[in-house]
């Protein structure tokens, strides 16, 4: 079947480094997105893994192995407004057709004084 | 350039009605993706449209329909509705190549009472 799995909670402060995992089982594979989520508003997009390795962006990375079906992403320098869901997504469905995204539940970051 | 607007924002309705919810695709956008989501859960995959046509749907009832207007604009349509279809509401745009990342609409959040 088709899955992903992350954490459901995690907390870190301000300042510090947090690496969120997850782990993946789709049909296929196409990649992997990392997307970010206020409370109330709808997720934006972090970043976008198709290949082994770390990218980095700014204060964000991201890390894929596609061998062990995983993935983190990760915040360095952590601010207060980086308290948010950070939802792991991948594109599944039947074969030849992989343009729908399943998401993780997603992993609330709480960010600390 | 407006991004993916939803409309309407918030909606009450009562178990038993029929409600449609609207979307505009960000500007270049083709391809139209509805997911729902509540609270505390990741997005949940309904439907994708893709030249007026719906591509590929997940794990919802038939009472989910939507449709896709030749301006790339879509609807999605809820009949019967069940005290279990409150949610927010995702309409997410994204051009028709795969791992292309979407982008989201601010989403409608349905009550249903």
């Known amino acids: 079947g088709q899955n992903i799995d992350q954490p459901t909670e995690m907390t870190a402060t301000e300042g510090a480094i947090v690496q969120i995992n997850c782990t993946y089982q789709?049909?296929?594979?196409?990649?992997l997105f990392w997307y970010q989520q206020h409370a109330g508003e709808a997720p934006t997009f972090l970043s976008y893994n198709v290949l082994d390795g770390l990218e980095e962006k700014g204060r964000f990375s991201s890390f894929l192995s596609r061998s062990k079906g995983y993935s983190y992403l990760l915040l360095k320098e952590l601010q207060m407004k980086d308290s948010a869901s950070y939802l792991c997504?991948?594109?599944?469905?039947?074969?030849?057709?992989?343009?729908?995204?399943?998401w993780g539940l997603g992993t609330s970051l709480a960010v600390n004084p | 350039d407006a991004g993916v607007t939803q409309s309407p924002t918030h909606l009450i309705k009562t178990r038993g009605q029929q409600v449609t919810l609207r979307c505009s695709p960000k500007?270049?956008?083709?391809?139209v993706s509805w997911y729902q989501q509540a609270l505390g859960q990741g997005p949940q995959f309904i439907f994708q449209?893709?030249?007026?046509?719906?591509?590929q749907r997940g794990n919802f009832p038939d009472r989910f329909s939507g449709h896709q207007f030749p301006n790339y604009s879509s609807e999605l349509n809820v009949n019967a509705l069940l005290l279990g279809d409150s949610a927010l509401y995702l309409c997410a745009s994204s051009n028709d190549r795969v791992g292309t990342e979407a982008f989201f609409g601010q989403g409608t959040r349905l009550t249903v009472v």
């Open positions: 789709t049909s296929g594979f196409n990649g």
């Open positions: 500007s270049g956008h083709d391809t």
């Open positions: 449209y893709y030249e007026e046509e719906e591509r």
């Open positions: 997504a991948a594109p599944g469905g039947s074969a030849g057709n992989n343009r729908k995204l399943i």
